[in-house]
């Protein structure tokens, strides 16, 4: 069978006329007669009652239209949807971010798109930089939210864009602030504080450029830190050390996660700026990637 035949039964069933049906389909009724009949047969059964007078469905007939009723409507969509789908209104599109990216650009960006396209299926994954470079060049995923390596190119098959800079500050437990166990210097942590105050990180597979900025500023304040505990989670970190067990060095955005037994305190010597940025494959053109691109580029020229 063939949509044609589809619509020739629908007309029949509609009309229960055959030559009001054909002229309604704007054909003569001998092959309209010819089509039901091929279709009765390949089907096995008959789907109208006739007589000279009258034209009927059968009970299997009545049945089986409302299902040929939702497939042709699924057929006459199928335009529709294939340009939506071109155009990038439509379809999926799978994303993956690191963890501090929670923080800052993700829930501007998810939203804005999510506002603009809201038929698109938006898959999104918390990963590492490094595993989310691998995924993206092996074309798992469309998009990846990074924080870019410091001591190595990204492949050349990627492309890059820079989202954001921000500064680090400290997390420190709001009890040992109480108990002036840390130096303050106008209301931010000293060298000597960061230096000596057990330290709570990632591991370095984990997030290597994070991990290095951080111990590129602890020697820059005159020492080695004293890593005290490790975690993969910045959800994790932040309650280690509301639990005292150290401080934390965490992007600026980081301070709405607020914990009331945990303070944020700018450094009193600035370390370098954390980025973070988006990266995707070059020669991927799928039109939810595009549309994606495009609200990021929007966003950061309205920013700018």
Request: proline share 6%.
């Amino acid at each position: 069978m063939d949509i044609r035949q589809l619509r020739h039964f629908l007309a029949v069933a509609e009309n229960l006329h055959f030559g009001k049906a054909a002229e309604q389909l704007g054909i003569t009724q001998p092959p309209l007669s010819q089509s039901i009949m091929a279709l009765e047969k390949e089907l096995g059964i008959a789907l109208f009652i006739r007589n000279k007078r009258h034209v009927a469905l059968t009970p299997f007939g009545e049945a089986w239209r409302d299902y040929v009723e939702a497939a042709l409507k699924e057929v006459d969509a199928l335009p529709q949807i294939a340009e939506r789908l071109k155009e990038g209104s439509k379809g999926h599109l799978d994303l993956s971010f690191v963890s501090t990216a929670d923080f800052n650009i993700l829930p501007i960006l998810v939203r804005r798109y999510r506002a603009l396209y809201p038929d698109v299926e938006l898959s999104l994954s918390e990963a590492t930089s490094d595993l989310q470079i691998s995924d993206l060049t092996k074309g798992l995923r469309h998009a990846g939210i990074i924080i870019p390596p410091r001591s190595s190119e990204l492949p050349s098959s990627l492309s890059y864009k820079k989202l954001v800079s921000e500064p680090l500050i400290a997390a420190v437990p709001a009890l040992w602030i109480k108990e002036q166990r840390l130096s303050l210097v106008n209301r931010k942590l000293s060298p000597d504080s960061v230096r000596q105050a057990p330290l709570i990180i990632f591991p370095r597979h984990f997030a290597p450029a994070f991990y290095d900025i951080v111990m590129d500023y602890y020697q820059a304040c005159g020492g080695y830190p004293n890593i005290a505990q490790q975690a993969i989670q910045m959800q994790t970190i932040i309650s280690l050390v509301a639990a005292s067990m150290g401080i934390a060095i965490v992007p600026r955005s980081l301070r709405h996660m607020a914990r009331r037994d945990v303070r944020y305190i700018e450094l009193q010597k600035p370390a370098a700026l954390l980025e973070t940025g988006i990266a995707w494959r070059k020669d991927d053109q799928t039109p939810t990637l595009t549309r994606f691109l495009d609200v990021t580029h929007e966003m950061l020229d309205a920013i700018s």
